[in-house]
């Protein structure tokens, strides 16, 4: 099973830059054969783009996607939030509005999964990885509330990368992960 860990978000936007930060980080560790790292952070048409380029025998069998998102849906600054995307797409208008956000440069994890699931280069099997940022400010730093965590959203991502039982164990969620407030978040 040939699975990509790929990180999205802008480089030096602070607790926003904690999905490239994970992979920078991730990247340089010993992994199997069959586990891609990388910066997918270059756009949704090029990450549709990236993953079709993988020749037929080759393509990703999962994609563990990690980035900071901003839900407004309560949950705490820092918190992670892990689930298998269930892959239901919004209504056309959304798809539309993906789409030309896209084009126009916008690198957001919802945009990447729409605009790759809407042009089928994901694979059926998607890992969302979500945290919840607090500072949305220019900088190299995270809030502490983000690095308190940036270890153990790694480790998190390392097994979902390699261990498909703890995969497994992930509920099937829409796009945010169906988090209630007063729910639970890692």
Known sequence: MRVIVGGVG????RDHSVGVAV?????????PAHVVVEDLSYGPIAVVQRFEDEAPD???DRAVFVAAVARGDGRPPGAVSAYRWDGVLPSPEKIQGSVCEAVTGVIALDNTLI???HFG?????VVVVEVEPFEHEAGETFSAAVQ??????CELVTQLALDPAAVRRLPVAPLGGGFRPGAEAR
């Open 58 to 60: 080759r393509r990703f």
């Open 10 to 13: 802008y480089r030096n936007l």
């Open 115 to 117: 605009v790759g699931r």
């Open 121 to 125: 280069a994901l694979p059926e099997d």
């Open 148 to 153: 308190r965590r940036f270890e153990p959203l």
């Open 23 to 31: 992979t920078d980080h991730l990247e340089w560790r010993d992994w």
